[in-house]
């Protein structure tokens, strides 16, 4: 069954008239009356009377028809969303986003959502790891995260910026004069880290095992405010990328000497899936605020 048979058949309902229907139809009356014998054949039931030349609906007719509006009103409102949808005008976008890097995340949704008030975007924070699991179930339409992998096959990465990883320390800390520090200085510390299910976490982990060091982690927090917080207080330092740290007043950032004490910020997406309109421009804006920012 074709819109088009449909098209035809409510048309011929209208006037009773295959004649006229195929004339308003810019079609000949032989192609209207096989495509609504085509279509009585597969419903299995005349929809039409056919006495001489007069043209009455049957009983089946009559109750068809209102089925047949409907599902031409549906197919019509479905092809004025789609065209919503690639005008900006409706839809939703799902963004995932990893702690340490809210602050591009924000600029870019303030650009976005005040030029494109309609589309709704659903952000997500959460581990990388979490992060990337979510876009694999196809949860997520891109993820911004810390990767230094970028081996599978079926992503589409972008790189944005390289960050180090720094020892943050409290202004008045004994450290806070130090121009660089080593891990095992580090190691010596108390420090406060991203909770380990966290990239930056298992990064920092793998640095300290790798130099044969047992770091002295007192707390373990899934939010970076809140590290900075107790960073603030003098009883901690943290390890953080350098891009999470904003607040300049209270707080110093020192570089960790070791080599490859850097972090990779970029856009991850599935290859293979679709791409909707909305998700492209907010990518665009996402590597725009970042050549901005460079």
């Known amino acids: 069954m074709e819109s088009r048979q449909l098209r035809y058949f409510l048309k011929a309902k209208e006037l009773l008239n295959f004649t006229e229907a195929a004339h308003n139809l810019h079609i000949s009356q032989s192609t209207l009356s096989q495509q609504i014998k085509q279509l ?13 030349k007069r043209v009455t609906l049957t009983e089946a007719g009559e109750l068809f028809a209102v089925y047949a509006a409907q599902s031409l009103k549906k197919a019509n409102d479905g092809l004025l969303l789609l065209k919503d949808l690639n005008d ?3 839809g939703t976008i799902s963004i995932g986003v990893t702690y340490g890097l809210r602050n591009l995340l924000k600029q870019a949704l303030v ?4 030029k494109f008030p309609k589309v709704n975007v659903r952000v997500v924070f959460s581990t990388s790891e979490e992060l990337i ?5 196809l949860e997520l339409d891109l993820i911004l ?3 230094e992998s ?5 992503f589409r990465y972008q790189p944005l910026f390289d960050s180090p990883v720094t020892l943050v320390t409290f202004k008045e800390s004994s450290l806070s004069d130090k121009k660089s520090i080593s891990l095992e200085e580090l190691s010596k510390t108390p420090l406060v880290i991203s909770s380990r299910g966290d990239s930056t976490s298992h990064f920092i982990i793998r640095a300290f095992n790798k130099s044969g060091l047992n770091p002295k982690v007192s707390i373990e927090v899934n939010d970076i405010p809140t590290i900075l917080d107790l960073v603030k207080t003098g009883h901690w330092h943290g390890i953080l990328v350098q891009t999470s740290v904003n607040e300049k007043d209270l707080l110093t950032t020192i570089p960790i000497k070791e080599k490859g004490m850097v972090r990779t910020a970029m856009i991850i997406s599935l290859k293979e899936a679709y791409e909707k309109k909305a998700v492209k421009i907010f990518r665009e804006q996402l590597m725009e605020n970042n050549r901005n920012h460079a």
């Open 40 to 52: 009585e054949e597969e419903l299995n039931i005349p929809l039409f009377n056919r006495i001489g």
């Open 88 to 90: 900006l005008n409706t």
């Open 111 to 114: 650009r976005f959502a005040s």
């Open 133 to 137: 699991e979510k876009l694999n179930q």
């Open 145 to 147: 995260v810390f990767n």
């Open 150 to 154: 970028t081996t599978d096959q079926h």
